[in-house]
């Protein structure tokens, strides 16, 4: 029996709504499976934290929300990423009993993601600065564009994605790619594959990208991260319902691959990456790269953590900054030596009189 009035009901009367969430732009999209910490998935607890920290250190949060899917019930992810969530790093967290398998958890994260701007990332990656200032920067000047992908590799240059580039961005100025051998290392030591033979296996089948308004775009594409209007990926929505744990191959019709890569082609949106390595995938070990990216992640989370210290007040936060500025040491500095110069004078005309 309902004895009084739901509060909300007079809120929604006079039209205040102070109280309801009011999505961003963009919706970043979260995918994370770890079911122990044993053997394979040794590592990959602190692998998540770093996909986390490196993503919100190296993210201006003013321009997405982040919505997580914890596809497993361990104890420990679940308890690392509810302290995230209770500190308001993660704006919507959804936790599964069971393991819904990467196709059937994309869906439903694609589904209820509300911003126009949705972007999919896995939980072993390292994001580098302006990782998604980058990718925007193709999602809004290029006609046409599929996904935009942060992580450029040889291994995925699909035929058909190709072509299409060459048909939708015909009327752009071709700009001629200088391929960083660091790209292919990068993306060797994460899967674990022997580099020379991977760039043997997978020699690179266009020499020129596409440039407009300054900004340059690869004709080539990698799931690992991706950015797309919500308006194109409506049009391969809803995916089918996969009983299987992994992405699946390109030989299997319900495959990620193929339900989300290659139907993109199919409608005639061509995939792109951004040119240069903006995101890492890690795998599922932490190798000396990435154990330096940390290092300088951590670095860079003090400075931003002093200016949130309430120790001090902000013009004391004003004066400590401005006075550890080089250009204001340097000229400390040099005052501080013609200061001496001249009292040296001073005592040798006193000596003289």
Known sequence: MRTKINPNKLLDK???????????????????????????????LNILKITLDSLLTNTNKNLYDLIVLNNSNYAKSTSLLKNYYNQKKIDLLVNANENLGVI??????????????????????????????????????????????????RSNQNKKNLNLCKKNFKNLKNKKIIWQKDWDKLYAQSVGINEKEFIKKNKLQFKTGYEIKNTIALPVSSHVVTIIKKRVLNKILPFPNVIRNLGGSNKTADSLINVFDNKLVKLGFANLTT????????????????????????????????????????????????FKLPVIRNLLKYFNSMSEYILLLKTKYDAKK
């Open 14 to 44: 006079k039209k205040i709504y102070s109280n309801i969430f009011k999505p961003k732009k963009i919706t970043i999209c979260l995918l994370t499976y770890i079911p122990n910490n044993i053997g394979y998935y040794k590592e990959r």
């Open 104 to 153: 059937n958890g994309m869906n439903l994260l694609f589904n209820i993601a509300p911003g126009e701007i949705i972007c999919s990332i896995q939980d072993d990656v390292f994001f580098e600065k302006n990782w998604l200032e980058e990718s925007m920067k193709i999602i809004k000047n290029f006609p046409k564009v599929g996904y935009v992908s942060t992580i450029p590799c």
């Open 275 to 322: 040119n240069g390595c903006y995101s890492i995938h890690i795998g599922n070990t932490i190798d000396g790269t990435i154990k330096n990216k940390v290092r300088n992640l951590e670095k860079d989370k003090n400075k931003d953590n002093f200016f949130d210290d309430e120790k001090f007040s902000v013009k004391e936060k004003f004066l400590i900054y401005f």
